[in-house]
């Protein structure tokens, strides 16, 4: 399995933590695949190990470990779950948004995000793009 789509076929069971934010995703994305849902990561590794599911769907930043523990696993490129963070502030209070908005750009233009994950050791991690110039959105 090297794609999202070679993942979703008729024949494949997929390992996902019965908890997991990503487990509704998956199970609302997925068309032919077989979603098999277990208690943690621990079982779905002896599971993948043993032949008995094909794959293990576990969000990105634990990758790395989970990928340790099964030789041979592969990783796959795509998404099928992206959590984006955001910060908020109290309606009324623009110039405070505007220097927090300024601030997270500097922080990412700097490197100092990028330096931050990499002493964290993070590599499925990535920094995110340049914000638009309005960087504000105003929720009822």
């Given amino acids: ?21 990503h487990t509704p995703v998956l199970a609302s994305q997925r068309r032919h695949a077989t979603l098999v849902r277990v208690d943690d990561d621990t079982q779905a590794l002896a599971m993948l190990k043993a032949g008995q599911v094909d794959a293990f769907a576990d969000a990105r930043l634990a990758m790395p470990k989970d990928q340790a523990q099964v030789p041979g696993s592969t990783v796959l490129a795509e998404d ?21 908005a300024s601030f997270v750009e500097q922080l990412k233009a700097s490197g100092a995000v990028q330096r931050a994950i990499d002493a964290a050791q993070l590599s499925a991690l990535h920094v995110a793009p340049p914000a638009s110039p309005s960087p504000t959105t105003t929720l009822p």
Avoid at 1 to 21: F, K, M, N, W, Y
Avoid at 80 to 100: D, E, M, N, P, V
């Fill in 1 to 21: 399995i090297q794609t999202l789509a070679e993942a979703d076929q008729p024949s494949v069971r997929i390992a996902t933590e019965s908890g997991a934010p």
């Fill in 80 to 100: 099928f779950f992206t959590i984006r963070f955001g910060l908020a502030i109290a309606k009324g209070h623009a110039t405070s948004l505007a220097w927090l």
